[in-house]
Nanobody, 117 residues
Framework: VQLQASGGGLVQAGGSLRLSCATS????????MGWFRQAPGKEREFVAA????????NFADSVKGRFTISIDNAKNTVYLQMNSLKPEDTAVYYC???????????WGKGTLVTVSS
């Protein structure tokens, strides 16, 4: 599975961005898809995840109510809509595909999100 994240950029606090994660090789319906982020000098942390069917989502407390995650199985793409962005959201955002049944765990190259105050 290859993952390609895009959509990062520079935005002012309070603004919005939508990240996309395009997958190839396997359909996204085979994996739990997630977003993680890593800020400078910090550990990588979980942001959001969506089940294979798209029916279940999970968010880090720090982004609840501001971020949404969605999946387009036809396009094999996962989206992270980020609203009301804060400077502390500044990080490199990574897309992840996980299948625990087979022990599969894939990461894409990150996309940088910078939120200015």
């Amino acid at each position: 599975v290859q993952l390609q994240a895009s959509g990062g950029g520079l935005v002012q606090a309070g603004g919005s961005l939508r990240l996309s994660c395009a997958t190839s090789g396997r359909t996204v319906s085979s994996y739990v898809m997630g977003w993680f982020r890593q800020a400078p000098g910090k550990e990588r942390e979980f942001v959001a995840a969506i089940s294979r069917s798209g029916g279940n989502t999970n968010f880090a407390d720090s982004v609840k109510g501001r971020f949404t995650i969605s999946i387009d199985n036809a396009k094999n793409t996962v989206y992270l809509q980020m609203n009301s962005l804060k400077p502390e959201d500044t990080a490199v955002y990574y897309c992840n595909a996980y299948n625990g049944d087979y022990g599969l765990d894939y990461w894409g190259k990150g996309t940088l999100v910078t939120v200015s105050s």
